[in-house]
């Protein structure tokens, strides 16, 4: 069964940072792109980042370019999401997604998706 469990979120300040982690589980990780999507209440879910399978290609939506920082370990199935200079429109629930292959391409759709994210959620 493919598993992905998304941890590290909670409240912070405006101007903070956090770091965000996805456990994988239940395929070969490092096959695989993979992205951070998020979604706020009453709103579609964003894709905000992506990485290639070996983590040498990496993506971002505007809204986080030069904030965001996507990255993996394949040998512990882990991706993560080290958010700086928070703002409080980045709170959301954050998820990791998995897609099938190593290149990512925009706007392409992803197979799997963590089922819990993680809540961030920033204060003015």
């Known amino acids: 069964e493919v598993l992905m469990v998304e941890s590290g979120g909670g409240l912070v300040q405006s101007g903070e940072s956090l770091t965000l982690t996805c456990t994988a589980s239940?395929?070969?990780?490092?096959?695989?792109?993979m992205s951070w999507v998020r979604q706020a209440p009453g709103e579609e879910v964003e894709w905000i980042s992506a990485?290639?399978?070996?983590?040498?290609?990496?993506y971002y939506a505007d809204s986080v370019k030069g904030r965001f920082t996507i990255s993996r370990d394949n040998g512990k199935n882990t991706l993560f999401l080290n958010l700086a200079s928070l703002k409080t429109e980045d709170t959301a629930r954050y998820y990791c997604?998995?897609?099938?292959?190593?290149?990512?391409?925009?706007?392409?759709?992803?197979?799997?998706?963590g089922r819990q994210g993680t809540q961030v959620t920033v204060s003015s």
């Open positions: 990485s290639s399978s070996g983590g040498g290609a990496t």
């Open positions: 997604a998995r897609h099938f292959g190593g290149a990512y391409y925009h706007g392409a759709a992803y197979q799997n998706r």
């Open positions: 239940g395929y070969t990780f490092s096959r695989d792109a």
